[in-house]
């Protein structure tokens, strides 16, 4: 398994690395949306849309049966709207925005995910919390994770990539720029907004946890 778990076959045309692309404005619209969305979730409802911070709670609400609070409701509808938006993202950007799996051994991937789940429960906070929500209100121990994280990410492909020579055989080089597709950022803002109109027709006592701007 060892000799294995840091091999990666050579990558053929049309996997991930060799297709992939600079989006800048795809990449920037959808920046400029999840700002929105986490702006507007603080000033109105003083909510903080860190997607660990909400996802960890609520799942283990479910697991140990606690009632449905407030918070659980939100919660809910919130990565529930997460699905949608994946769904949406799925249908309009399917390439892109779920390429293949790297060939990289499955224990490879495990070690990975039980690091990152580690590391966010460790910094008490994911790149949402930290990166998009607690930079902005110039919280110290979001700016204390944030450049860790990056410089640990950096050492991380230094003493891999360059050290220790892992996926050296596959040729890596900086991304071709990608023609603009119309399709899914107007996709994309337009599947938002019939989300955002639909707050309007929930019953009134979800629409108050689920969207107070429109309550």
């Known amino acids: 398994i060892s000799q294995n778990l840091f091999q990666q076959q050579p990558l053929k045309k049309g996997d991930p690395v060799s297709r992939m692309a600079f989006t800048p404005f795809e990449s920037g619209v959808g920046g400029i949306m999840i700002g929105l969305a986490a702006a507007l979730a603080f000033l109105v409802d003083g909510k903080i849309t860190g997607i660990s911070g909400i996802a960890g709670p609520f799942l283990r609400g479910l697991v140990f049966c606690e009632s449905w609070t407030e918070g659980q409701v939100w919660k809910g509808l919130f990565l529930l709207g997460l699905v949608f938006g994946g769904l949406a993202n799925l249908g309009l950007n399917k390439d892109f925005a779920f390429p293949k799996a790297f060939a990289y051994h499955p224990l490879r991937y495990i070690i990975a995910g039980?690091?990152?789940?580690?590391?966010?429960?460790?910094?008490?906070?994911?790149?949402?919390?930290h990166g998009i929500c607690g930079l902005p209100r110039f919280s110290l121990r979001s700016w204390i994770a944030v450049?860790?994280?990056?410089?640990?990410?950096?050492?991380?492909?230094a003493v891999t990539r360059h050290a220790l020579k892992v996926d050296v055989q596959n040729p890596w080089k900086v991304a071709a720029t990608e023609a603009v597709q119309w399709k899914f950022p107007v996709g994309a803002l337009a599947v938002s907004a019939v989300f955002a109109a639909s707050m309007f027709k929930l019953p009134a006592k979800i629409r108050t946890y689920a969207a107070p701007l429109v309550s």
């Open 114 to 129: 039980i690091c990152v789940g580690s590391g966010t429960r460790l910094g008490r906070g994911c790149t949402s919390g």
């Open 147 to 157: 450049p860790t994280s990056m410089a640990v990410a950096g050492v991380t492909v």
